[in-house]
């Protein structure tokens, strides 16, 4: 039986959720990767792949030192779910990109039908930022994490 839900990986929830908490929580201030673990209760060793392929993107810079830790790279409006999804998971395909993928073996198959989807798609995740996560965790009234003890990276 099939599932009725489209399933997003662990690993991009995982994604989208710490560099929200960096975001929500860290308001410009480092916060180490073991607060976010446990704060969001993502497993240390998956986190620090995660931060790892967050860096390389791009998304995410490290600070060494007393009070280090990671920040965001870029102002939080500045980074889209796309970004994030994509520094994870690799990137979505164009629809020129699909189109040059499919099958030709199958001529009645609707070929622009996957593209059409995947722009939609990109589009979507383009337009959610984190700072339009944040305004919304605001305004929800989810609760900030209480400043904690200084950590080093």
């Known amino acids: 039986m ?3 839900y ?19 929580n860290g308001q410009g201030k480092p916060v180490q990767v073991r607060v976010i673990s446990k704060r969001q209760r993502i497993p240390l060793r998956f986190l620090e792949q995660i931060f790892q392929r967050l860096r390389k ?9 007393p009070g280090g830790g990671y920040v965001l790279s870029h102002k939080p409006e500045d980074i889209s779910l796309l970004t994030v999804l ?5 990137r979505i395909a164009s629809e020129s990109e699909l189109g ?8 009645f198959r609707p070929r622009f039908v996957w593209g059409l989807m995947t722009n939609s798609l990109r589009s979507s ?11 919304r965790a605001a305004r929800e009234a989810v609760p900030r994490s209480e400043p904690g003890s200084m950590y080093f990276i």
């Open 86 to 90: 994509e520094a994870v998971e690799g």
């Open 57 to 65: 993107a791009g998304v995410i810079e490290g600070k060494r030192g």
């Open 2 to 4: 099939h599932s009725a």
């Open 6 to 24: 489209m399933r997003i990986s662990q690993q991009a929830r995982y994604a989208i959720s710490s560099v929200f908490d960096l975001a929500y």
């Open 100 to 107: 040059q993928a499919n099958d030709s073996r199958v001529d």
């Open 125 to 135: 995740l383009e337009q959610i930022t984190i700072e339009s996560l944040v305004r």
